[in-house]
């Protein structure tokens, strides 16, 4: 399954996401396998292979992606859109997954 999720936070890149998991979370990185950006570039994270840290209960079945923003306040840009979709789309085909769903769907 692919768990979808946004950073929370307007201006945090992958770097800023990457060394809070590591320091303050005391994770060995990045939690999510994929981080897009809002001009719609596409970071690795953890490998695929590799279990997440970013839906406690479900890490070990499933490819977490982030999106950079807050999309409590604000609104998610096409380019961005986009590169969300045909990640989805290339990680369902290579994987034969069917199940898309908001971190906030498994964890409120």
């Known amino acids: 399954m ?3 999720h946004h950073s929370q936070h307007k201006t945090w890149n992958v770097y800023d ?3 809070f998991h590591k320091n303050e979370k005391g994770w060995s990185g990045i939690g999510y396998h994929f981080f897009i950006t809002k001009d719609g570039k ?3 994270g953890r490998p695929e ?3 997440g840290a970013h839906c406690l209960s479900y890490n070990n079945c499933t490819i ?3 999106a950079q923003g807050d999309f409590m306040v604000e609104k ?3 380019q961005q859109t986009l590169a969300v979709i045909n990640l989805c789309r290339h990680l369902c085909n290579r994987y034969n997954i069917k199940t898309i769903k908001g971190h906030k769907e498994l964890k409120p």
């Open 2 to 4: 692919l768990v979808l």
């Open 49 to 51: 292979n590799t279990i």
């Open 64 to 66: 977490g992606i982030c």
């Open 17 to 19: 996401i990457h060394n």
């Open 42 to 44: 596409i970071y690795r």
């Open 76 to 78: 998610m840009q096409s």
